[in-house]
């Protein structure tokens, strides 16, 4: 979204009939003409802020902007994806769905483990909170195929 050519270039896939997902943040609204077919919407938790300190501050000001994630939501067909380190981001989560203030279907709440971690150890709490609220898992297939590294 910060390409300043995001309008022509989603237009010009759209016109070949192409499937257009747009994956974002929501920290940044919605460009008027923009094409989407899917927004995959990735609010970042305090779980991604980052290790120094003046980009930590930054980051977790601008880190969530329900305002531009119900404009996401309004405009476009949607899912929201959540990356989750331990059991205490499931908090968060709920508190920013809660939030939104919108209708969301529970399908459409995508739920994933970190990557730098055992998938299958960690995703055990993550897939029984997802059949308990409806939830989709997401697995980080890559990383059971090739291993956690870069490149993959």
Not at 74 to 81: A, F, S
């Amino acid at each position: 979204m910060l390409s300043e050519e995001i309008q022509e270039l989603t237009c010009s896939l759209a016109s070949l009939g192409k499937h257009i997902t747009i994956e974002t943040s929501g920290t940044i609204p919605p460009r008027g003409g923009l094409k989407c077919s899917l927004a995959s919407i990735s609010p970042k938790l305090s779980n991604s802020i980052p290790d120094n300190p003046e980009l930590a501050k930054l980051h977790n000001q601008k880190r969530i902007n329900i305002d531009y994630i119900r404009e996401w939501i309004d405009k476009y067909e949607y899912q929201l994806k959540f990356v989750i380190c331990d059991e205490n981001d499931i908090i968060e989560i709920q508190n920013i769905i809660s939030n939104i203030k919108r209708k969301i279907p529970p399908e459409k709440i995508l739920l994933m483990p970190e990557g730098i971690v055992n998938n299958n150890k960690q995703g055990n709490y993550i897939v029984e909170f997802c059949k308990k609220h409806g939830y989709s898992y997401c697995n980080r297939l890559h990383i059971d195929l090739f291993g956690n590294k870069r490149g993959t």
